[in-house]
């Protein structure tokens, strides 16, 4: 089987987001509050979340060039707003918080460091599928 690039970015975004999940469950990142990494609250929902996005990751690059690049456009579209939304109004709205607490006063320094990650990790992905995915299409496997 080949496998092209933006496939095998696809199986890293999968790897990452799996380890994120698992975050929560690594007792040297986590303070005696149970804040990971002394910023992010991250709950049973967040760790569902990170896991739905890694299978949705791996079912992409696994599939196909096409799928992956369908992946990276809207799943960056999609995680990225989440950051974006959550660092002007305190709540993002994938884990729910802005249906259930709405707009939430924090400092801003807590709101770049929570939402950096988000905001990052979509702008990649944006980047990948709309930008990276044109320049590796000649270059994809037959099969895409």
Not at 88 to 109: A, E, K, M, N, R
Not at 115 to 143: D, K, S, Y
Request: glycine share 12%.
């Amino acid at each position: 089987m080949n496998i092209s690039t933006l496939q095998k970015f696809a199986w890293g975004y999968a790897v990452m987001f799996f380890f994120v999940g698992s975050l929560r469950y690594l007792p040297f990142i986590n303070d005696a509050n149970g804040m990971t990494l002394g910023i992010f609250s991250l709950q049973l929902h967040d760790d569902a979340l990170h896991y739905a996005s890694g299978l949705w990751a791996v079912f992409a690059a696994w599939r196909s060039f096409r799928d992956s690049e369908f992946y990276f456009k809207l799943f960056g579209l999609i995680y990225g707003l989440d950051g974006v939304m959550g660092f002007f109004f305190g709540q993002g709205y994938l884990d729910g918080g802005i249906f259930f607490f709405g707009p939430t006063p924090l400092d801003w320094s807590l709101k770049f460091f929570a939402n950096i990650p988000h905001i990052t990790i979509g702008g990649i992905a944006v980047f990948i599928g709309f930008v990276l995915a044109r320049r590796l299409l000649p270059n994809a496997p037959a099969t895409a």
